[in-house]
């Protein structure tokens, strides 16, 4: 009966969505209202982030039924957004997004796949472990189309399209189905044991699939990335987490101080939505590459957070879904015709030259080109050595591959590199105001 009274609501009161290029001289301003329900906020934010808009600024209202938020977005150069096909586009999916009963399980980000056959793996990183798993794809005649891979705290997480190399399309035999999993649990398995037995799940092709980097999120907090190593304590890289009661609202606070960087708010929002707490006021405020947010949140079940435990691993899941994604490194990003096994050639040179991924996209365009960009510091975790990117460019080519980001420049003896982190001196001799609440707009 309650969800037959929401649906009726959301019919009666169809969501706004108002654009604004007039009223703030930097940032294009986007006003969101509609009836609230569990979810909204994130599959906001994920048409937002998934055009590459930078949020700058959001004020965030959900209390009394009725969901109402502002944000201020530009494009990564800081500019107002003044294309009419994305605004159009912005306009429209977000109404309907807004709009859309579906259960959040199932509907956040859905991309069809059709096409192309999904695996998902899990597992303990390891210098050379993507090299292996596209080697074994090549050997087995798989074209990988397009993949996503992290790594935090030791943990992996990957999840790849491939289709057959001969035909082009997904494969769906059952008995070849089953030596690929075979083989990379093989590869995934390898000689550490150190966490929990990796995983992998190989799916057909369906209707629809849970957003990729939602679905990352998921299975790298399933692996329990956020569970920090002995050696891996160091507070002084981390972004600033606290969870606070706010007893006399029934709220829990939750404030964030970090290095500002793109889909920074989605992840944080992500990973409060899959441990199912709802935020009901938030602001989110970045600047001078600084990002400050806060959230005032329940459980789903409309309580705040009741035990110290709670709170504790509330705190640590936000770090660590806001780790995952963090880099000051070297960035490589390839450019080219795409071809098969080549991803498994270009991850061979780097592992031969002593390089490490610490996170890959990798994307086939409709036209057939390469788009890969993969993040990478030595296996030590240090910088890369400039000669070692001017070899690895002699064997890939020169014009194929572009580099990003600093790099070590070795004197004529060899000495170890400086140990960079995160997130440095980000917030020395910095402070920030304090974000009182959000009034609520019903």
């Not at 600024?57 to 800081?78: C, E, H, L, R």
């Not at 509330?314 to 096994?341: K, M, N, P, Y």
């Amino acid at each position: 009966m309650d969800d037959e009274y929401s649906k009726f609501i959301r019919r009666m009161n169809p969501p706004r969505v108002l654009i604004d290029n007039d009223s703030c001289g930097h940032a294009t301003v986007i006003e969101v209202d509609s009836a609230n329900r569990h979810g909204i906020l994130l599959q906001v934010v994920q048409v937002l982030t998934d055009l590459n808009l930078m949020i700058t600024k959001a004020y965030i209202s959900s209390d009394g039924g009725w969901f109402m938020d502002v944000f201020n977005v530009t494009d990564n150069d800081g500019n107002k957004i003044r294309d009419e096909e994305i605004l159009n586009y912005i306009q429209k999916t977000l109404e309907t997004e807004a709009c859309s009963s579906n259960s959040l399980k199932g509907s956040v980000g859905v991309m069809p796949s059709k096409e192309d056959t999904s695996i998902e793996l899990t597992g303990s990183d390891r210098p050379g472990l993507l090299s292996e798993v596209s080697a074994v794809l090549t050997d087995l005649r798989c074209n990988v189309v397009n993949a996503e891979i992290w790594t935090h705290n030791a943990r992996a997480a990957a999840v790849i399209h491939i289709t057959d190399q001969a035909t082009g399309c997904s494969i769906e035999d059952a008995k070849r189905l089953s030596m690929i999993k075979k083989r990379l649990g093989n590869v995934l398995t390898g000689n550490n044991s150190s966490f929990r037995a990796p995983k992998m799940t190989i799916s057909s092709p369906g209707p629809a699939a849970i957003h990729r980097e939602r679905r990352l999120h998921q299975m790298m907090f399933a692996a329990r990335d956020f569970e920090r190593l002995e050696y891996a304590k160091d507070i002084s890289s981390r972004p600033h987490v606290t969870v606070l009661d706010c007893r006399d609202r029934g709220y829990t606070v939750v404030t964030i101080r970090s290095r500002d960087r793109p889909k920074l708010l989605f992840d944080t929002v992500c990973a409060l939505t899959d441990m199912q707490y709802v935020v009901f006021h938030g602001t989110v405020i970045t600047g001078r590459m600084e990002a400050y947010q806060e959230h005032y949140i329940r459980h789903v079940d409309g309580l705040p957070l009741s035990s110290e435990a709670e709170r504790q691993r509330v705190t640590e899941c936000l770090e660590a879904a806001i780790e995952r994604r963090a880099w000051e490194g070297l960035v490589l990003e390839l450019s080219t015709d795409d071809r098969f096994g080549l991803l498994s050639d270009i991850t061979r040179v780097f592992r031969e030259n002593g390089l490490c991924i610490k996170r890959a996209e990798i994307t086939t365009t409709k036209c057939g080109k390469a788009k890969d960009t993969f993040f990478v510091s030595d296996v030590s975790g240090n910088s890369v050595d400039s000669k070692t990117i001017d070899m690895i460019r002699q064997q890939i080519g020169q014009t194929i591959l572009r580099v990003k980001g600093n790099l070590s420049f070795s004197p004529k003896l060899p000495q170890e590199g400086a140990r960079s982190f995160l997130f440095g001196n980000l917030f020395k001799g910095r402070t920030f105001q304090t974000f009182k609440l959000i009034k609520s707009y019903s």
